[in-house]
């Protein structure tokens, strides 16, 4: 009896503690695996501090092609490398303040403007001595300290399909400003028939299947940057106050009623990124309102006929530009053991010829170093570059706004319009009523 | 063993026991409750932050001021109501058919049951599809004009098409509690009443309603507040959209107010603000229970 | 036909019809998982032209990094059972102390168990990720991201209803069996491990299952404990974060729905009894 009962009562504290138990129990095992870390390293002369580091992707589609890059890498430099991908619906910001709260950190993680650097600033290593630094225009600084690494330049304006415009009879270079697009527009509606086109324009602006980074994000940056000089915040600045520039504003609303007014309803209403890439791949529409990212979609739709942009031209007076930007910037874990692996491991990518490889060949990514002297092999990213070369770029602003600004207050009221609620007067005052709301949200 | 040790010995033993899941329960659900509760007072960001400063209740008054907050709630209890009735008129309906005498009524219940299995988000998807894509492709094969685009691209006919997949996971559940309800009627009472000549309504209506009563409460609250909590359907299927107008200001037309909670916090980085909603949402649900404590309490004095 | 008859038949016809129309959205899963994505565009309803499409879907899922498929039901597999065994455990054994020690301090326990019923999750939820890593930084106990945490969280938020059913079904057990076994010598810990649990055999299926199913499809709270896209990851975590990318790619969608449904239906079909009864008295308690 005594020894049945020494056993349960071993067996009831066993399971009284397994609560709590288990966390002790695997508490140990980081604890042993940095020990095993510490040991390894005082073998091989050459090895590094640390034996792995991670880069916390928010790019799915370039995924694939980072974690190839990242193994090869990973072979020769001592270090692995290891790429955690984080798709993207996923709240990524989200994601990393959990890693952050949980220990698990990553060593380089991905910014995508001043909102992220408000909340690292305080782990975020100063890149500015990196080699690759004075290679670049696009490198992401604060108060004259180099932060963050450009993962790419993205950027967007008109696509079109050059065939269906020769076809049409009009040169995409004289599509600069809002009427010689109102011209070009009803020509090409006038052509439907003879073109084979359904409607002229490809857009999506529902709320439901998760358009609105197009609309309240992308396409509201037409009226904070088109037409001013790179990087100047006169408008941004003006939102950020509660203000809008009222006269800009109603122009710019003109033009995204015309671009609803011409795009395939169906599309507009209910189509998600795939419908909206089909239809212009399928040739059923001239132009398609979305950015060089779409290349891999177009490619795996089998469009094959010749495109480029055209700007974005919203106003009476010209705008000869795209819009183009690094939309996100690597940033190395200050805090981390493996700072240094990580900043050698960015440098990989701005200065080998192999890190030059996978970001233009393999990942079809218009790189931000001028160095690099591969271009794109796919058209729209090929001819943002050639914008980009020429020194005809407006910025990105979009993402000074507030946290879900963009996509989650102004997104709805573009939809709004394109489903005819409200008009251009209503869709003015609707923004305006919300852009007052803003010094709230930031105070 | 004298006795006093032998109490001592039962107090450490009772305290073992209960242990592990008190643990657990006091840092999972009761210091984060408290937690909240403060947080909701706080300018609170969920992130890197050196003080947390107090503010009284000014989160409370920003979200009293919040159209898009006004909106959830009522479009949530729009929902909530829609879902309740559907729910237990379609669950009352499969309770009747599989309690009948028909072949494989076994069978029948099982498969009206098995949507229950599935969860939320994976059901959410499932159904984005058919409301997407098969519905749309199967009405322009057959010519249906009004069903050709999405019930989910508008606001009324989105709130519609949760309500269906709400309803067709949830009712094979209530069904069971109404079959449960139904089997416990006395066989030979409703014999004798066909006996008598009393027809399938008038059966009904003086036999099965009566007895059937304590199941449709039961329903009903558990319907109400699963409804009112919905969230996992409402991201995967919806997600909030399409964009309507309320009160002058464009809002999410689906968002119901667990979303818009969730929302507040992570979309909009707005930490404190979501947790004061959450509290205001937790006091909605206080509420509820004590109303349905209440009609259990006069329940039991009747019988 | 007599009345009686051509009523059932009616009836018989109307449940078939009802039940074609509740198992459509399964047969469309179906039906979809075995088209490759141009064929499901240009034909969402129709039967697949080659149902080998099936196996090179599945084996797309099984195999793809972007959904991580094996992973992430090995994970669930080990958080749901570890939490389950622990829920039931724990609860049973708590439950029981607070009927059979009738004290003050158990009566509030108890009483503060019942009530935390009505705390919905999202008044808990940030706080709750906030003090998970407050517990990290001072005791060096990391619970996020982990499987600890997790199941830790499981068996906090499972452990109210438990207990309350427990103790529901520990009261209806008479007091003279645990007696009679404390005369005979047993120890309070013997009784309950030998007489006690033995008894609460169909309560404790009955709770394992209505835990099961939750844990099993759960959603936002991995969501917040594990996040997405880290090391361990949740069946239904790994679905949504892979929907969740722009690109709507249905077959694969589609594919990974229905793996992710299967395991459940699969219980389902060898423990029917016992799932509806379980989740039925759930409701009713």
């Given at each position: 009896m005594r020894k049945v009962l020494s056993i349960i009562l071993l067996v009831t504290l066993v399971l009284s503690l397994a609560a709590c138990g288990t966390t002790t129990t695997t508490t140990a095992a980081p604890a042993a695996t940095t020990a095993a870390a510490a040991e390894t390293t005082a073998?091989?002369?050459?090895?590094?501090?640390?034996?792995k580091i991670v880069l916390a992707n928010n790019k799915v589609e370039i995924d694939e092609q980072l974690k190839a890059f990242a193994a090869e890498y990973s072979k020769t430099a001592g270090v692995t490398v290891e790429i955690a991908t984080t798709g993207g619906g996923a709240d990524y910001g989200g994601n990393l303040k959990a890693q952050l709260q949980s220990g698990n950190m990553p060593d380089i993680f991905v910014i995508e403007g001043p909102a992220g650097y408000d909340d690292w600033k305080d782990i975020i290593a100063d890149?500015?001595?990196?080699?690759w630094a004075a290679d670049t225009d696009y490198a992401y600084s604060v108060d004259g300290k180099t932060i963050g690494f450009p993962v790419a330049i993205e950027g967007y304006g008109m696509a079109y399909n050059k065939a269906l415009l020769d076809k049409a009879g009009i040169?995409?270079?004289?599509?600069?400003n809002f009427n010689a697009y109102k011209a070009a527009f009803e020509k090409l509606d006038g052509m439907k028939a003879d073109l084979g086109i359904d409607a002229v324009v490809s857009m999506a602006a529902s709320t439901a299947t998760g358009m609105?980074?197009?609309?309240?994000l992308h396409n509201f940056n037409i009226y904070l940057t088109?037409?001013?000089?790179?990087?100047?915040t006169t408008v941004i600045d003006k939102l950020l106050a509660g203000e809008v520039d009222e006269a800009r504003l109603t122009q710019y609303a003109e033009y995204v009623n015309m671009l609803f007014q011409y795009a395939d309803k169906e599309v507009l209403l209910n189509g998600n990124y795939d419908a909206q890439a089909q239809a212009f791949a399928a040739g059923k529409t001239v132009f398609l309102h979305q950015g060089n990212w779409v290349d891999p979609t177009l490619k795996t739709l089998e469009a094959d006929f010749e495109m480029a942009y055209a700007p974005h031209a919203p106003f009476?007076?010209?705008?000869?530009g795209v819009l183009a930007a690094p939309p996100s910037w690597y940033v190395v874990n200050?805090?981390?053991?493996?700072a240094e692996e990580a900043k050698k491991f960015l440098n990989a990518i701005a200065t080998t010829e192999a890190g030059h490889s996978y970001m233009?060949?393999?990942?079809?990514m218009i790189p931000?170093?001028?160095?690099?002297?591969l271009t794109p092999a796919v058209p729209l990213s090929k001819s943002i570059m050639e914008w980009a070369s020429a020194g005809k770029t407006y910025s990105w602003q979009?993402?000074?706004?507030?946290?879900?600004?963009?996509?989650d207050t102004l997104g709805p009221i573009y939809e709004q319009l394109a489903s005819g609620a409200v008009d251009t007067a209503g869709f003015v005052e609707l923004i305006k009523g919300e852009v007052a709301t803003v010094p709230d949200l930031l105070g | 063993m004298n006795n006093q040790g032998m109490k001592q010995n039962n107090r450490l033993v009772n305290a073992l026991f209960l242990a592990p899941s008190l643990t657990a329960f006091i840092l999972v659900v009761i210091i984060p409750f408290f937690m909240g509760l403060y947080f909701s007072l706080t300018d609170w960001n969920?992130?890197?932050?050196d003080k947390i400063n107090f503010v009284g209740l000014k989160n409370f008054s920003v979200i009293f001021s919040d159209v898009k907050f006004h909106y959830s709630f009522l479009v949530t209890t729009v929902y909530t109501a829609a879902n309740v009735i559907v729910i237990n008129l379609v669950a009352l309906t499969l309770a009747m058919m599989v309690t009948?005498?028909?072949?494989?009524r076994n069978f029948y219940r099982s498969g009206f049951f098995t949507?229950?299995?599935?969860?939320g988000i994976v059901l959410g998807y499932v159904w984005q599809f058919i409301f997407v894509n098969a519905i749309p492709g199967f009405a322009e094969s057959m010519g249906?004009?009004?069903?050709?685009?999405?019930?989910?691209?508008?606001g009324s006919t989105a709130l519609a098409a949760i309500v269906i997949v709400g309803s067709w996971q949830y009712a094979g559940y209530i069904m069971m509690i109404y079959v449960a309800a139904i089997q416990n009627v006395p066989v030979s009472l409703l014999e004798a009443a066909q006996i008598d000549g009393a027809n399938f309504l008038q059966r009904t209506r003086a036999i099965l309603v009566p007895l059937v009563a304590p199941a449709f409460t039961v329903s009903t609250f558990l319907t109400l507040v699963n409804s009112f909590k919905q969230f996992d359907v409402n991201v995967s299927l919806?997600?909030?959209?399409?964009s309507g107008q309320f009160a002058g200001k464009v809002v999410?037309?689906?968002?119901?107010l667990a979303l818009n909670i969730y929302n507040t916090a992570f979309?909009?980085?707005?930490m404190a603000e979501g947790q004061a909603k959450a509290v205001v949402f937790f006091l909605v649900l206080v509420i509820v229970s004590l109303i349905q404590v209440y009609f259990n309490k006069k329940k039991e004095v009747e019988m | 036909m007599s009345p009686r008859r051509l009523n059932l038949l009616i009836l018989e016809i109307l449940t078939i019809i009802l039940f074609i129309v509740f198992m459509m959205p399964f047969l469309m899963v179906v039906l979809n998982s075995a088209k490759d994505a141009k064929e499901i565009i240009a034909d969402p309803i129709g039967f697949p032209s080659n149902w080998g499409t099936l196996l090179t879907n599945v084996k797309t899922i099984v195999t793809s990094p972007n959904i991580n498929y094996v992973p992430s039901f090995i994970s669930s597999i080990i958080i749901t059972t570890l939490s389950l065994s622990l829920i039931a455990l724990t609860a049973a054994m708590g439950g029981w102390v607070l009927v059979r020690s009738k004290t003050k301090t158990s009566t509030f326990i108890f009483m503060m168990f019942v009530a935390a019923m009505?705390?919905?999750?999202q008044v808990v939820m940030f706080p709750l990720v906030a003090f998970f890593r407050m517990i990290r930084e001072f005791?060096?106990?990391?619970?996020?991201?982990?499987y600890q945490g997790m199941i830790l969280a499981y068996i906090g938020f499972g452990s109210s209803l438990s207990i309350f059913m427990f103790h529901g079904f520990i009261k209806?057990?008479?007091l003279e069996l645990e007696e009679a076994a404390t005369i005979d010598g047993c120890t309070r810990p013997q009784i309950f491990f030998q007489i006690v649990l033995p008894i609460l055999k169909p309560i404790f299926v009955t709770i394992v299952i209505l835990n099961g199913i939750w844990v099993w499809n759960d959603y936002l709270l991995p969501l917040l404990?594990?996040?997405?896209?880290?090391d361990i990851q949740t069946l239904p975590l790994a679905v949504a974060n892979f929907v969740g990318?722009?690109?709507?790619k249905w077959d694969l969608i589609l594919t990974s729905t229905m793996m992710a449904m299967l395991p459940a239906i699969i219980l389902f079909i060898f423990a029917q009894k016992q799932i509806v009864r379980g989740m039925v008295e759930g409701s009713i308690k």
């Open positions: 073998a091989p002369a050459e090895t590094p501090a640390v034996e890149l500015g001595d990196q080699p040169d995409p270079k004289t599509l600069t609105t980074w197009v609309t309240g088109a037409g001013l000089p790179y990087g100047d009476v007076e010209d705008t000869d200050g805090d981390s053991a493996g233009v060949e393999a990942a079809g931000a170093f001028k160095s690099v002297k979009q993402y000074k706004m507030p946290s879900g600004f963009g996509m | 969920g992130a890197i932050q009948s005498n028909i072949k494989f949507p229950n299995l599935i969860g249906i004009e009004s069903l050709t685009s999405s019930l989910l691209g508008k919806t997600n909030g959209g399409p999410k037309a689906t968002e119901f979309t909009r980085n707005r | 009505v705390i919905p999750f005791t060096h106990i990391p619970l996020l991201q982990t209806g057990i008479p404990i594990l996040g997405t896209g880290g990318s722009y690109v709507k």
